[in-house]
């Protein structure tokens, strides 16, 4: 474990010895999503056996986690016109003709959402190098915007469902920090195998615990995740992109005594890897548990909002 009195240096080394910057050239706005490849997609597609599908999104509406900080807020849903307009006659169409409309107000990242590339900077500098007052602007990320990955991440997706290998009834304290020896160990439970492009599913089970007893702090507070130290296997394995069922993807309080989301600092803006929040793995957990099986088709699609840093998604996984 790095110095927890250090985290700046920490950082630093580890920026350096895990970037990726210039790997796929100067121009790059997709970082890791480029290894997954037509090849990785055929070998995923092949996976489907049962025909059966797992949406890994929580709900969006008002009983949702945010607690306003930095803004974020709980999605508003409106309704701008109604069966009661149409039951009185107030749309003003002929022949009986009435329908419904619906909007909606929201933070990109409220529920579940990828970060996107332009999403965190270290010391001033975005993905690939970058400075970030030239890719994030007032008219959102001119370089590495969201829309870029419409089309790109769907492939092979793998569960490690750490809460349930080394957790206490399917869940992990908050504060557990998984360690590359964790997920190591919980994909050798599984029998699975990581690997380039692969899209990885890490699930603690502190979903699963504040839907039982209240959302609390689950925005923001304590939590178990990936450790600082598992910023080495995320960038030897070449995955495409993790997620996780927290807030936050890597564990807090962060593993350094003065520190905000070290892990961010070195995965985004250098390893420019993906990284998924707030998903919601439990059913598909129970479906890998009951049929052994940890791997799966997964389309991940981003929202394609031009400019923007984040995306809500709708992750389907199917098996």
Same mark, same amino acid.
């Given at each position: 474990?790095? =110095? ?21 050239? $100067? =121009? ?5 999503? !480029?290894?997954?490849?037509? &090849? ?23 009983? +949702? ?11 508003? /849903? ?11 006659? =107030? ?8 329908? &419904?409309? $619906? ?12 970060? +996107? ?5 270290? /010391? ?5 190098? *970058?400075?970030? $007052? ?5 008219? +959102? ?5 969201? #829309? ?14 750490? +809460? ?16 590359? #020896? ?5 994909? #050798? ?19 699963? *615990? ?27 394995? #070449? ?14 309080? !962060?593993?350094?005594? /003065? ?10 803006? /250098? ?8 998903? $919601?793995?439990?059913?598909?957990? &129970? ?13 991940? &699609? ?18």
């Amino acid at each position: 474990m790095p =110095d927890r009195t250090d985290p700046e240096g920490a950082i630093a080394e580890a920026a350096a010895k895990y970037s990726n910057w210039g790997r796929w050239g $100067d =121009d790059d706005v997709l970082g890791t999503v !480029n290894f997954i490849d037509g &090849a990785k997609r055929r070998e995923a597609a092949a996976l489907v056996r049962h025909g059966v599908s797992f949406s890994l999104s929580q709900s969006f509406d008002t009983d +949702g986690p945010q607690k306003g900080w930095r803004r974020r807020t709980n999605p508003v /849903h409106t309704m701008t016109d109604t069966g009661t307009d149409a039951v009185h006659g =107030d749309q003003g169409f002929p022949h009986g003709f009435g329908g &419904a409309d $619906d909007v909606i107000a929201m933070p990109l990242q409220c529920s579940t959402q990828w970060d +996107g590339l332009g999403h965190i900077f270290d /010391h001033g500098l975005a993905w690939n190098g *970058r400075p970030a $007052d030239r890719v994030v602007t007032s008219a +959102g990320d001119l370089v590495t915007g969201i #829309e870029h990955m419409a089309a790109a991440v769907a492939g092979r997706g793998v569960l490690l469902d750490v +809460g349930r290998v080394l957790g206490d009834d399917g869940e992990l304290p908050d504060g557990f920090a998984v360690t590359e #020896e964790h997920l190591v160990a919980t994909a #050798e439970a599984h029998g699975v195998a990581i690997g380039r492009g692969d899209i990885v599913c890490v699930r603690t089970g502190q979903l699963t *615990r504040a839907r039982r007893d209240g959302w609390g702090d689950y925005a923001g507070g304590p939590a178990p995740g990936l450790s600082f130290t598992a910023a080495g296997w995320l960038h030897r394995t #070449e995955i495409a992109a993790v997620a996780t069922d927290t807030w936050g993807f890597e564990v807090r309080p !962060n593993e350094f005594d /003065h520190a905000f989301q070290p892990l961010h600092q070195v995965v985004i803006p /250098h390893i420019g890897l993906l990284i998924g929040e707030m998903w $919601d793995l439990d059913a598909l957990a &129970a479906h890998c548990a009951a049929d052994g099986v940890y791997e799966f088709f997964l389309t991940a &699609a981003p929202l394609p909002v031009t400019g923007a840093v984040g995306s809500p998604v709708n992750p389907i996984a199917i098996k």
